[in-house]
């Protein structure tokens, strides 16, 4: 049985670097074809892809927010780790890491964690 | 960059209605869509992938069809439990969303 858990700081300045954490279970994110996503969600808006990483280190990140963003995994600890840099207001939001599966060549998100809040406010 | 253009944002149903929802593709995906439920305050749950491929526990009242650049999304005989939020996404080439469509009751 799969399942993922966010945790993050709840909320942190404008400026400052977010830093959360997905806790996961039930596949490895050392196995072939197994990934992490991060996907978030602005209140009452859309779903946004964020980043993903793969069992073989490969990362992939949102152009619109790539130098923004790093995605890591602790293999050892079943974790993934996503940073934004540089936060404003508008990263305000709900951020869900899912479980990414490769079929056919492509992957897409089968399990979602809960979800954590994050807000970004002086 | 591929952009998801779903529409419509809203739909009103009532209770055994067939509702549909689009979602168009800025460029041609060979049919790596999936499609997702989401009920207020919860996570996606994803229904449909590959264009019509039911996921374990979606009810034959939800297909899914489409190639190219065109797809689309059914609920055949909509049940109070359908009510909720529902998202498409592209995995041909990174990951794009489309917008959504809330569906309500009539």
């Known amino acids: 049985q799969v399942t993922l858990k966010e945790s993050g700081p709840g909320i942190l300045q404008p400026s400052h670097t977010l830093s959360l954490t997905c806790s996961f279970s039930?596949?490895?994110?050392?196995?072939?074809?197994?990934?992490v996503s991060w996907i978030r969600q602005p209140s009452g808006k859309g779903l946004e892809w964020l980043a993903s990483i793969w069992w073989n280190g490969n990362t992939y990140n949102n152009p619109s927010l790539k130098s923004r963003l790093t995605v890591s995994k602790d293999t050892s600890n079943n974790q993934a780790f996503l940073k934004v840099t540089s936060v404003d207001t508008a990263d305000t939001a709900t951020y869900y890491c899912a479980h990414t599966r490769i079929i056919r060549g492509r992957g897409y998100f089968d399990y979602w964690g809960q979800g954590v809040m994050v807000t970004v406010s002086s | 960059d591929i952009q998801m253009t779903q529409s419509p944002p809203s739909l009103s149903a009532s209770l055994g209605d067939k509702v549909t929802i689009t979602c168009q593709a800025s460029?041609?995906?060979?049919?790596?869509i999936a499609w997702y439920q989401q009920k207020p305050g919860k996570a996606p749950r994803l229904l449909i992938r590959?264009?019509?491929t039911l996921e374990s526990g979606t009810p034959s009242r939800f297909s899914g069809s489409g190639s190219g650049r065109d797809y689309s999304f059914s609920i055949s005989n909509v049940e109070s439990e359908d009510i909720a939020s529902y998202y498409c996404l592209q995995y041909d080439n990174l990951w794009t969303f489309g917008g959504g469509t809330k569906l309500e009751l009539k």
């Open positions: 590959y264009t019509s």
């Open positions: 039930g596949f490895s994110l050392s196995t072939y074809g197994m990934g």
């Open positions: 460029q041609n995906i060979n049919k790596y």
